[in-house]
């Protein structure tokens, strides 16, 4: 079960961003990670920490390596959240429409 | 056309857009009559706000309760701090869930665009952390979205 707010605390700092972005184009080591970012594995290896327990990356035994790579259930339960909350916020625009186009009407009947 | 555009912006900013085929000043007045906004502030189907006070001056206090009906609710409060018809909006408010979330600091503009309004809500929360709480609690009107695909990332 993903933990929506485990999700997104761990999506609220920049180096985990770009670790997410980067394993978006596919599977990656420890190290393959750490290089493009001025930091040590260790550090690295606690942001995929923070990543894994949100349910947002998942690693792979092979044998002395555990390439990591996106967690297609946690990031799809989350879109399937921000899916529902945006239509919520678009429905909530829709309804302004309505009531819009019901003030035009009734400025209408007033200047006549 | 009417399409609304979320983005988050440094660590610490929502910016919603949005187009009315309606003048500013129509658009400002849904925004702070209470009669209006509680036409269409709602969120998900099923939901009302019995509860709309909104004092649109300098320092007037803001209250939405809304309910599903089914014993589920919630609340924001906030405070206008600048308004300028049919221009701008400036107001803070915060959610109670019931503890009250940290402030989130609220712009919105109204711009004419052609015979409609551009209208453009620039939303400031204290730090990135705060602003993942919200995101994740879908937060007052039912906004927050696609984080992750706005920030291009998946």
């Known amino acids: ?112 | 056309m009417t399409k609304m555009m979320l983005k988050t912006e440094g660590d610490t900013h929502v910016v919603v857009t949005r187009r009315f085929a309606a003048p500013p000043e129509a658009v400002y007045r849904a925004h702070t009559d209470p009669k209006l906004i509680q036409k269409w502030l709602l969120g998900p189907e099923g939901w009302t706000m019995p509860v709309c006070i909104n004092e649109a001056r300098p320092g007037g206090k803001i209250r939405y309760e809304w309910t599903n009906g089914k014993g589920a609710g919630y609340y924001i409060t906030g405070e206008y701090l600048e308004l300028e018809p049919y221009n701008k909006i400036v107001h803070v408010e915060r959610m109670h869930m019931p503890d009250p979330t940290p402030d989130n600091h609220v712009e919105t503009r109204f711009d004419a665009d052609g015979a409609g309004t551009l209208m453009t809500m620039r939303m400031t929360l204290p730090d990135a952390q705060t602003r993942a709480a919200m995101l994740a609690t879908g937060m007052e009107r039912g906004m927050e979205a696609s984080y992750v695909r706005l920030e291009g990332l998946i």
Not at chain 1, 25 to 52: D, N, R, Y
Not at chain 1, 81 to 99: I, T
Not at chain 1, 102 to 111: S, Y
């Open chain 1, 1 to 112: 079960m993903l933990n929506l707010d485990a999700a997104f605390s761990a999506l609220a700092d920049p180096t985990r961003r770009a670790i997410l972005s980067r394993l978006a184009k596919g599977e990656a080591t420890v190290m393959e990670l750490a290089e493009p970012f001025a930091m040590t594995q260790p550090a690295i290896s606690q942001h995929l920490k923070v990543l894994e327990d949100a349910r947002l990356v998942v690693r792979r035994v092979e044998g002395a390596k555990r390439p990591r790579r996106l967690d297609k259930a946690g990031i799809d339960a989350m879109d399937q959240w921000l899916a529902m909350l945006r239509k919520a916020l678009e429905k909530n625009y829709d309804r302004l429409d309505e009531v819009l186009a019901t003030m035009a009407k009734h400025k209408k009947g007033e200047t006549r």
